[in-house]
């Protein structure tokens, strides 16, 4: 079992940086890869960035590519989202993921294990 908890969202101004933390119990972290997903508003949630076990692969969705940074510290079992130049259409709520395999992909129904999420809001 892996327990995730995220941290670091709030309201930012667009242009604004916030980075995100999602700590994970359990001594096996590092055989996890981990995703960030998100969900606005009446929409559905929506892959983010993936980080592969030992965060020598990486992926991001197109919207956030060059602007989001995803990373991770096996040593404090933490996953970070370093956002950057946010935009108001990055407002949502965010959801750190596990998969229990060191390869990391951007499909949701692949992880097994959700934080409860955390509350990103962009004001104009």
């Known amino acids: 079992q892996v327990q995730l908890v995220e941290s670091g969202g709030g309201l930012v101004q667009a242009g604004g940086s916030l980075r995100l933390s999602c700590a994970a119990s359990g001594r096996t972290f590092s055989r996890y890869a981990m995703g960030w997903f998100r969900q606005a508003p009446g929409k559905e949630r929506e892959f983010v960035a993936a980080?592969?076990?030992?965060?020598?692969?990486?992926y991001y969705s197109d919207s956030v590519k060059g602007r989001f940074t995803i990373s991770r510290d096996n040593a404090k079992n933490t996953v970070y989202l370093q956002m950057n130049s946010l935009k108001r259409e990055d407002t949502a709520v965010y959801y750190c993921?596990?998969?229990?395999?060191?390869?990391?992909?951007?499909?949701?129904?692949?992880?097994?294990?959700w934080g409860q999420g955390t509350q990103v809001t962009v004001s104009s």
């Open positions: 980080i592969s076990w030992s965060g020598g692969v990486t």
């Open positions: 993921a596990a998969r229990g395999s060191a390869i990391a992909t951007t499909l949701a129904a692949l992880y097994d294990y």
